[in-house]
C-alpha cells in the first residue's frame, strides 16, 4: 500500500520501443507491481514519444497504488545515441519524427515529479537478463534484441561493457557486402535483413510487385498500423509463404552475424530478446543457434542460447534497475 517501505522505494521503469511503450513499477526487490503498455506515436516527433512515456507510467503506478511523484525513481531504456549525464537521446532512427537530440530526461522529469535517467535500451535489457533472467548463470552474455531494428548488450566479466559508449551495436554489423539499404543508411548491416523495420518494407516492395501474402490483411484485422511481431507470428501460423521466406531470411542474418560476435569475445552464452525473439520464442532461439553453427570458428563449443527470461518486460524491468541511481 502507499507509504509502506515497499513502495517508498519503489522505481518505474519504462522501455520504448519502436512499436510500443512498456512500463512497470518495481518494489525494493524489483518484483513487479504494475505494469501498462501503450503503442509508440508513428508522429509528433519526440513531445509526442515523451507524452505516451509519461501515460504509460502513470498508468502502471496507478495500478501498483501509486502516484508517479511517490517513485524514488524512474529509468528509461531508449534506442539512439542516449547521453545519460544529460538526459538527451539523439538519433533514435527506429522512432518516427526523432531528429537531432531532445532532452528526454528533464520533459518526463518535470511531468512525472521524480528523477528520471535515461539509458540505452539494449544495455539495459541486457542487464537485466544478466541479473534477473537467463544470463544469471553466466559471467560473459551477448543479448540480442530482435524488434523493430536489431540491438545488442554485452556483458563481459560480470560487467556491462559500453566501450566508448556504443559497444553492442550488432544490428550494424556487416552480414553482406554491399548487401541491402539499412535503415542507419548503410548496406548490407544485419538490421537490413532482420530488423522488423526492414522486413515490412520488403514485404511492402514484394506486396506491390503482386506477391500474395496475408501479412497486411492480418494488420488490419489487429486494427494495427505496422506489422508487429503478433501479426508476423499468425502470418508464420497460417505458413503465409511470404512471411516465411523474409523470417527465414533474418534467421540467416542473425546467424552469421552472432556467430561473428561469438568469433570475437569467445562469450559464455546468447540471449535473443526484444518482440520478435520473445514473440518466436525458444524453438527460433534454437533455429538461430542452428544457423550460427556454420559460422563458428571452434564449432565444438557453441554459446548456450536463450530466449529472454524476463520476456516483453526485460526492458522496463533493466530499465527500473537504472532508476536505482536515483535513490541513491
Not at 21 to 41: K, M, Q
Not at 139 to 151: K, M
Request: aromatic share 4%; net charge positive; with cysteine.
Amino acid at each position: 500500500m502507499p507509504g509502506s517501505s515497499s513502495t517508498r522505494v519503489a522505481r518505474g521503469g519504462i522501455d520504448l520501443g519502436g512499436t510500443k511503450i512498456e512500463a512497470v513499477v518495481v518494489d525494493g526487490r524489483n518484483t513487479v507491481i504494475g505494469s501498462a503498455r501503450r503503442p509508440t506515436p508513428t508522429e509528433g516527433g519526440p513531445p509526442a514519444v515523451a507524452a505516451e512515456l509519461v501515460a504509460a507510467l502513470a498508468r502502471a503506478a496507478g495500478a501498483a497504488g501509486l502516484e508517479t511523484s511517490q517513485l524514488a525513481g524512474a529509468g528509461v531504456g531508449s534506442p539512439g545515441i542516449v547521453d545519460s549525464a544529460a538526459g538527451t537521446v539523439a538519433s533514435a532512427g527506429n522512432l518516427p519524427g526523432w531528429e537531432g537530440s531532445f532532452a528526454l530526461g528533464p520533459a518526463l522529469a518535470s511531468e512525472l515529479g521524480t528523477a528520471v535517467i535515461i539509458g540505452n535500451d539494449v544495455t539495459v535489457a541486457t542487464e537485466a537478463e544478466f541479473k534477473l533472467g537467463s544470463g544469471r548463470p553466466y559471467r560473459s552474455l551477448l543479448g540480442v534484441f530482435w524488434g523493430t531494428g536489431v540491438g545488442g548488450g554485452l556483458i563481459l566479466g560480470g560487467k556491462a561493457w559500453l566501450g566508448r559508449g556504443a559497444a553492442g551495436e550488432i544490428g550494424h554489423t556487416v552480414v553482406k557486402i554491399g548487401g541491402a539499404r539499412c535503415p542507419c543508411g548503410r548496406s548490407g548491416c544485419l538490421e537490413a535483413y532482420a530488423g522488423r523495420g526492414s522486413m515490412e518494407a520488403r514485404a511492402r516492395r514484394q506486396a506491390d510487385q503482386g506477391r500474395r501474402t496475408d501479412l497486411f490483411k492480418l494488420m488490419k484485422e489487429r486494427k494495427r498500423t505496422r506489422l508487429t511481431s503478433g501479426v508476423w507470428a499468425k502470418a508464420i501460423e497460417r505458413e503465409d509463404k511470404l512471411a516465411i521466406e523474409i523470417v527465414d531470411t533474418a534467421l540467416d542474418a542473425l546467424g552469421a552475424g552472432v556467430a561473428s560476435a561469438i568469433n570475437l569475445l569467445d562469450i559464455e552464452a546468447v540471449v535473443i530478446g526484444g518482440g520478435l525473439g520473445v514473440r518466436f520464442g525458444q524453438p527460433y532461439a534454437d533455429r538461430i543457434a542452428a544457423r550460427m553453427q556454420p559460422h563458428l570458428f571452434i564449432d565444438e563449443r557453441p554459446p548456450a542460447v536463450h530466449v529472454a527470461g524476463l520476456g516483453d518486460l526485460g526492458g522496463a524491468i533493466g530499465a527500473a534497475l537504472l532508476a536505482r541511481r536515483a535513490v541513491g
